[in-house]
């Protein structure tokens, strides 16, 4: 399984990832492409654990994301119909053989493109080279394992055996290889339909676990979509729980005796229904359920760089728009900053030891993205927001070593003007940024950074003659001199950095 997943997922990435950005935009958009996405993959983990990626890097919205978990459980239950199908029905073992020698030959002695397709091809025989040794294990041991040694039909009993199909997934790692194991065990006789069906819920449960450590140091919205899928596998299993004996019930009726005869079909459509009949329960209520997700994982201050996931520096398009949103909730919060120290009632002051680590962490990821082989305008991207980056650290120290600058532009009459240009620029800046209009607001800081600048050299010239006149004093004359200095300057820095991620944005496009 393992083996055909990375094939599958390294030649599938890139298509992979822009089908769950795109195709996103209602729950049952989501759900269907959730379903696909992890029916190619044949891995519900690597569907859920992306998502969870996106979300962290704001790439993704938490409420579009939980569309793709719903639609991931039901996408991989189509491993479970092929191992049933082509493993038990048809027997396969011998006929993939060649299948396995194409495949490690591709990866053996092709490249690229094809090498990661022989290490899909190669898995999927392998698959059915598994199967066929389970088969012959489980032989082995009937009569030394039987059902009445496992916990019985009762509700206790089911539940123990979804405790032990949850932990059997949460050490291999995979929900279809725990369902291909049981599905052996059922065709061996080792097990019962009803306690097979009992470890497939708890397999359903455990998958969990991978999405879970996914979210660890991630951002709210990335724990939020992590608890979601917790909660919605809780909610399906425990739905599938009420419906083993009606399931049973049902077949009975139907098709007296067909059960037992085709136990291992049985077994993999109700792991199909019960995840059906939990995305369809579920889905109409995306809202309410995001409501419940977001008091259970409320809101924290941001770090600004919990979008920063090693696993999109992949993904250099990626990555680059993860630092984007990086450095746009950087500059909001140095700017909001700016008002905060100017005295305006709007402004907010940011804990400027924590914003100069996440302006660290932002300038070594950006660092770390490699853009070999790559497009030109990923290049032109990632020089604007190095520029960008370096007007951000400057203000920064404009912020936290010449704040009492800022106190004097404040109180000084003759820079009424100018504190209300900057003032004003920059509460229309932050309304821009929050809409991601980037042409906007570097409009608006390059009129206020040209109004400023031609204010100086007259309000320089001013300040002079009243030392010289008696006035003010030499001390109050340097204080207004840095005041109009400090006030050029950071207009200057907010307009080159609204520039140079305009230029980023503008790349995006071409």
Partial sequence: MTVMTDGLRSLAGNAMRSALMRFTRTPLSGALTGAITTALLQSSSATTVATVGFVSAGLLQFDNALGIIFGANLGTTVTGWLVAILGFKLQLDTAVLPLIFIGASLKLFAGGKYAK??????????????????????????????????????????????????????????????????????????????????????????????????????????????????????????????????????????????????????????????????????????????????????????????????????????????????????????????????????????????????????????????????????????????????????IHERCEEDEDRAHTVQKTPDLTMEYQVLIDSIADEIVALQKNRWNQAAHTAAIAAKQIHQKVHPYRDLTIAQIAQGDIDVVQGTARLEAIRWLRRVSKHIARITQHMQQATLAIGK
């Fill in 117 to 394: 397709v022989g290490m899909a091809i190669a898995g999927f025989g392998l698959i059915f080279v598994g199967i066929s040794t389970l088969q012959a294990a489980m032989g082995e041991v009937q009569g030394i394992i039987t059902p009445d040694q496992l916990p019985g039909d009762s509700w206790l009993g089911r539940l123990q055996l979804v405790s032990l199909g949850i932990v059997a997934t949460i050490i291999t790692q995979s929900s279809s290889a725990g369902v291909a194991t049981t599905l052996a065990a059922l065709y061996a006789g080792a097990i019962n339909f009803a306690q097979a069906a009992a470890l497939v819920i708890g397999m359903d449960v455990g998958t969990t676990v991978t999405a879970v450590i996914a979210t660890l140091g991630g951002s709210v919205d990335a724990r939020r979509t992590g608890m979601s899928h917790v909660l919605y596998n809780v909610i399906t299993g425990a739905i599938a729980l009420t419906l083993i004996t009606p399931y049973i019930a049902l077949w009975e009726r139907l098709a007296p005796g067909q059960l037992m005869q085709d136990a291992e079909i049985g077994l993999v459509a109700f792991h199909t229904c019960f995840n059906l009949v939990g995305v369809t329960l579920l889905l109409p209520f995306t809202r309410q359920f995001a409501r419940l997700i977001t008091r259970l994982v409320p809101n924290r201050e941001p770090t600004f760089t919990d979008g920063l996931s090693d696993e999109l520096l992949e993904q250099p398009d990626l990555a680059l728009r993860a630092a984007q949103i990086s450095i746009q909730s950087e500059l909001i919060a140095l700017l909001q900053h700016v008002e905060a120290i100017l005295g305006h009632s709007s402004g907010s002051l940011v804990e400027l030891t924590t914003l100069q680590i996440a302006l660290d962490e932002t300038h070594t990821y950006l660092d770390n993205i490699q853009l070999r082989q790559t497009h030109s305008n990923d290049l032109e991207r990632l020089i604007a927001m190095m520029h960008a980056l370096d007007h951000l650290q400057r």
